[in-house]
Structures are given as structure tokens and as C-alpha cells.
């Protein structure tokens, strides 16, 4: 089993306060993507450990529920990164994407041929996806979650 307390220390490292705008993206929007609750959450990575409310769906998706407040230190990686992910292929190659899930949701989504995104926070969620890539399960959620985006990528357009 990986150790995966080590693997989200550097994974935290790496993203440090790096954020996708150089500014804060939610007085565009309100935060939108942090008005949650009990009924709504975050997917944890596998292995990933948090400190706000988890609850695990019926097919076993580990979830933070945050109520909309965070130690903003402290939240999930799935906070962290979006709305991009560190998608992947079937070799194992890591490409950074918007998350097309989040299109309805953030403004960042719907606009984002208008917006230059900070070049340092894409670097470093590519560089996340390749520390990720490299154990077995992570690799598993992060194909997952691809072929999700996809499906999503493929009916909004
Ligand atoms: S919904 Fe998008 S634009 Fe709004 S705070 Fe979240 S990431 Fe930023
Ligand atoms: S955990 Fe924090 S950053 Fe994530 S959605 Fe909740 S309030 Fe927002």
C-alpha cells in the first residue's frame, strides 16, 4: 500500500496557494463552488484523508461534505485542482483539462476561452496527475473520473 500521507504532503506542497486565477475567481460567481451541503461533497482521491465530514456513497465514492466552509488549507484536493483535472490515457499520460462536470456550475468553465488561466497552477495540477499516476488505485480514479469529464465534455460541448 502506498504511503499515501507522504504522497498528499508533496501533493500539497506542489500546489501551495496556486490557484487557477491569479485573483479570486469567486467574486465572479459568489463561490459558487463551495455552497455545499448535506446532500452534496467533494470526492476524495483514494487514500486521501480530510478533516470535514466524509460520507461514502453506495458505490463506495468517499465524499467530503463541507457546508460551504473549509480550512481553506485543509480542503480536499478536489477543491484544490478544480475545475481542472489531471485527466489520463490508458498509457498512463497525463493532460491537464477543464472539468466539463463543473460547466453549469462555474463561470470559469463557460468562459474559458476568454480567460487566461495561471500558467504556474496549470503546471502544477500536471504535475500532481503524474505524482498520482504512479499508484494503482489513484491511477484507477483518475480514469474514472476521464471518462466521466468526457461524457460530459461530449453532451455539453
Ligand atoms: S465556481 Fe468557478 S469561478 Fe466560482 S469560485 Fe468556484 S472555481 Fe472560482
Ligand atoms: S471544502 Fe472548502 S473549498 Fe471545498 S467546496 Fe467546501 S468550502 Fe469550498
Redesign the pocket.
Known amino acids: 500500500m502506498a504511503n499515501y500521507e507522504k504522497l498528499y504532503e508533496k501533493i500539497n506542497e506542489i500546489i501551495g496557494d496556486l490557484t ?1 486565477l491569479k485573483a479570486d ?2 467574486v ?2 459568489g ?3 463551495c455552497k455545499g451541503d448535506e446532500n452534496t461533497g467533494m470526492r476524495l482521491f483514494p487514500g486521501e484523508i480530510s478533516n470535514l465530514k466524509v460520507k461514502e456513497t453506495e458505490d463506495g465514492t468517499l465524499l467530503a461534505v463541507c457546508e460551504g466552509r473549509c480550512n481553506r488549507n485543509e480542503r480536499p484536493l478536489s477543491c484544490k485542482i ?2 481542472f483535472f489531471p485527466c489520463v490515457d490508458g498509457d498512463k499520460k497525463v493532460y491537464v483539462e477543464l472539468d466539463m462536470r463543473a460547466k453549469r ?4 468553465v463557460e468562459h474559458a476561452d476568454e480567460i487566461r488561466f495561471d500558467p504556474r497552477f496549470l503546471r502544477a495540477v500536471e504535475r500532481v496527475g503524474k505524482i498520482l499516476v504512479k499508484d494503482e488505485k489513484c491511477f484507477e480514479f483518475l480514469m474514472k473520473n476521464t471518462e466521466e469529464i468526457d461524457m460530459f465534455g461530449a453532451l455539453l460541448g
Open positions: 487557477p475567481c469567486g465572479l460567481c463561490h459558487a463552488c478544480f475545475p456550475l462555474c463561470p470559469l
